[in-house]
């Protein structure tokens, strides 16, 4: 922080009146609240910020400065209408909007969003039926937009046709486009879209989608430095079909790096094994655990649905020696101490939910003193940050007080965008 930013950032002082509170609150610079806000859960935080004018403006700050994932929101058939009555002072928490709505839309019911709309950063459509121009309408008022995701559908309509690809999005690095249906036909305002937007660096879409589209994309001068793949359902020899489209389109330059978020229905170690061959392999997310991970040398992160610490250890720290991220949706925290204790140069860590008790790990707290020094016994480890949901944050702190330690911090989960959530 710059001597500027740290002037204005104790700058910022709450203080009760006689309007505001029916106590006085003493003067508190920014810093003393922030130390303050690390000891509450998140739920108290927002009840705090209801109590008074400063109070709002303090917890406002201190979200938007530390809690990135908060301030996303889901909009659907049954609280569309209270978000019609959204107040102006909630409105400035939200910085992405989930749709699905099934009932269908028109304009003038999107006239009160408008204010959200015009600092909003990422768009999902998981479901809507919006009657009216998808651009002039919607888009058009998201100034800031810098992730946009449509999904489920078989053609990209919005609204009253695909205007809205033939239009340059001048803020929008990342587009996440979800085809379940492979066909013959392609969209071919798509290769417009991609030429009026060169700026979008990431592409996220389903195998199927690639697979519809790979002859527009080849030889058209597209590039990204992102792909992102999904791989969800099954067809004939999948891993093989998966593999040789992925190296077809790395060698017209269609990306640099790839992410694979993959459901495949072969558990075969040598169709496995062929992950191996595709290049720029960066982050991988698997569900079925059958087989044992190749050699891997590019991947950087690794997610699991259920813990998956592979079976032989050695191995998994040969094949993945590179690996940088590991996120659990489910483990037992022994899962937990196992990365701690055998991979160097991992740096984040997150884990959704600790489902099973073991050493070090007990009724939500962790010893951070005892897996700190597991850290410091592996050669050339360096320092990870784990991050844990919020009853495992607050109950570890009350215990421990420190959760900054030489090789492990803890955090709340909601304090850092995990980056793979681009689908």
């Known amino acids: 922080m710059s001597k500027n930013e740290h002037k204005n950032h104790n700058d910022m002082v709450v203080t009760g009146t006689s309007e505001e509170s029916l106590r006085p609150i003493p003067d508190l610079n920014i810093d003393c609240l922030e130390e303050l806000f690390e000891w509450i859960s998140l739920a108290d935080l927002f009840v705090i910020r209801r109590t008074c004018k400063r109070f709002k403006q303090a917890v406002d700050y201190y979200i938007k400065t530390y809690y990135p994932a908060v301030g996303k929101i889901e909009i659907s058939d049954k609280n569309f209408a209270q978000f019609q009555r959204i107040e102006s002072n909630c409105i400035k928490l939200i910085k992405g909007i989930r749709f699905s709505i099934k009932g269908p839309v028109i304009a003038d019911q999107m006239e009160h969003l408008k204010e959200c709309f015009n600092q909003v950063e990422d768009i999902r459509i998981t479901n809507l039926k919006f009657h009216g121009d998808f651009y002039e309408d919607f888009l058009k008022f998201c100034p800031k937009l810098k992730y946009l995701s ?59 989608f690639l697979l519809k589209h790979t002859n527009l994309f080849c030889g058209a001068n597209i590039h990204f430095d992102y792909l992102i793949v999904s791989v969800s359902g099954y067809f004939e020899d999948e891993m093989t079909c998966v593999c040789n489209l992925l190296n077809r389109l790395h060698r017209y330059g269609f990306y640099k790096h790839v992410n694979i978020r993959g459901l495949f229905y072969s558990s075969d170690q040598e169709e496995i094994d062929l ?5 720029a392999l960066e982050k991988l997310f698997m569900f079925n655990r059958e087989a044992a991970i190749p050699h891997l040398p590019d991947l950087k992160e690794l997610r699991f649905t259920l813990s998956g610490i592979p079976s032989e250890l050695e191995a998994a720290t040969s094949n993945l020696k590179n690996i940088e991220r590991i996120y659990f949706e489910k483990a037992p925290f022994d899962s937990v101490l196992l990365i701690v204790q055998h991979f160097p140069k991992v740096k984040l860590m997150k884990v959704d939910d600790i489902v099973v008790d073991g050493m070090h790990f ?40 420190n959760t900054q330690l030489s090789l492990i911090a803890l955090k709340r989960s909601e304090t850092h965008e995990w980056e793979h959530d681009y689908y």
């Open 275 to 279: 992950l191996g061959s595709v290049p």
């Open 150 to 208: 449509v999904q489920y559908c078989d053609k990209l309509k919005i609204g009253t046709g695909n205007k809205w690809l033939t239009q340059h999005y001048p803020t929008l690095q990342h587009i996440h486009f979800d085809d379940k249906i492979y066909g013959a036909e392609e969209i071919s305002e798509l290769k417009t879209f991609f030429k009026l937007n060169p700026q979008i660096r990431t592409l996220s879409s389903t195998i199927y």
């Open 362 to 401: 007990k009724k939500n707290v962790i010893d951070l003193k005892a897996i700190n020094n597991e850290r410091r016994k592996l050669n050339g480890a360096c320092k990870m940050t784990i991050y844990v949901k919020d009853t495992i944050y607050l109950a570890t702190k009350y215990a421990t007080t």
